[in-house]
């Protein structure tokens, strides 16, 4: 049964209720300070970005590490840390010097050395990994100035390396798989240990020493300037709480309201919905390809005609406008989609033939768990759709729920269900990110190597080698259709749908950078 807001919103929300609730928020802070931008996001339980690929923790290091270079809204690497770059006539060879004043938020300054162990540190990453098969040396030359040395030339380097988020050398080395907590970067903003509350709240402070860029903001590119001293990420499980609390001026940011909270919000003249990446996110479902029953890959090929998108999205996104369907690995706003391999797509689904492959596959009514974030409410709810497609097909499944720090810690685990493991986990990413093989960890299929699910396709992978090498257009397009036919025979994943989810902020809050990689910049905002 799908949890709706609607029958709630009906007995008075939008007639003012939420306005007149008892605050969570008005009994622990003090009033909004004009310098000040309270945002209601979901739990921060990793902090480092090299350890999980999770979008809050992404947003957090945007906030206190600063990157070598960014995209900018043309999605173009722009520098950002660095203040010149060349490369040798053969390629292979990138010589990149430091801007001046860079310095990290414990008062000793960035070297070559910090960005060298960076660098390699994201080069065991999937993002990563492709760079440094071809590196054949990073080494510092000066205090500003480090080489990277290719055995072969990499076109996308400058593109692969906007990122890497640049740790000071003590953090960064170290291997990927243990966890960075010191939260120390160089960026526009310091995090504020003292006044962390995990499962409450984190609080980040403007760097008063942080030297912006000369340019204008563009994209993740350009100037870093904040204008506003302190930020405040508060964890608000539920939704509605969170409402009441931006309609009383008591927290300036909603992120992802839920659908059903649209229409209040609008007829609001205090508050605005606003769309700050356009081209959407895709919310897909992973599957467990270590354990039972989506090891086998017939129950996997079950779940790509199960799935009814439009059902998902009606959940999702259920006003049209902020709703699409999308079939193609490559997504709906990118130059490589496709439609090869895409008979398994049809209106509806095929639960019936979905039945079928489940007993192809010889399930014999093990447990399936489906771990359901209930601090997200679109993915929760899309949770409790995909249990009930999948019990009206008797397939035995049970909801985990917990709040996303949750979901982010559990979908680690390889054991079986029994021992605290998993089978199907829902996320998203945005549309942008599945236009490049290379960068994007859920589109790799090396096993238990890489991103939660471990897929695994020598095949795959062999095709997505030759990405990084393919010299025009057309080629990569048809590269693109190779790689999706292989794609779908293993079921890497599945899709729900592409949904468009504006973010809920109050009129006085402006600034708001939107950018099509989907991350949450906090420089540039201000209140009035």
Known sequence: ??????????????????????????????????????????????????????????????????????????????????????????????????????????????????????????????????????????SKKDDKTFTIVLKEPLGLLTELLTGTFVMREKDADRPATEQVTANIGSGPFKFNQALAKPGASFTYDRNEKYIARKDLPDGLAGAKTVKVDRVIWNNIADQQTALAALQAGEIDFLNSPPADFYSVIESDPNLELQVLNEAGYNMFLRMNHLQKPFDNVKARQAMLHLIDQEAFLSVVAPDPKYGHTVASIFGNSSPYSNDENTGWFKKGGDPEKAKHLFQEAGYAGEKVVILQPTSWASASNAAQLLADSLRKIGVNTELAPSDWGGVVARRAKKDPVETGGWSVFITDSADYDFTNPVSAAFLTADGEKGWFGWPKSDEYEALRAKWADVATLEERRALAREMQRVWWDLVGFVFLGRAVSPIARRKTLTGLIGTPVGRLPMWNMQKA
């Open 1 to 138: 049964m799908i949890i709706s807001r609607r029958d709630i919103i009906k007995a008075g929300l939008a007639a003012g209720t939420a306005v007149s609730m008892p605050s969570v928020l008005r009994a622990q802070t003090a009033p909004s300070d004009a310098r000040t931008v309270r945002m209601v996001r979901i739990d921060l339980s990793l902090f480092d970005p090299y350890y999980t690929t999770a979008d809050i923790t992404a947003d957090h290091a945007l906030a206190i590490y600063d990157t070598l270079f960014a995209p900018d809204s043309k999605l173009l690497p722009q520098p950002q840390m660095v203040e010149k770059w060349g490369v040798s006539d053969d390629k292979k060879t990138y010589t990149l010097e430091l801007r001046d004043g860079l310095g990290w938020h414990d008062g000793t300054p960035v070297t070559a050395a910090d960005c060298v162990a960076s660098i390699r540190r994201w080069g065991q990453t999937a993002n990563g990994k492709l760079a440094m098969k071809r590196a054949g040396d990073i």
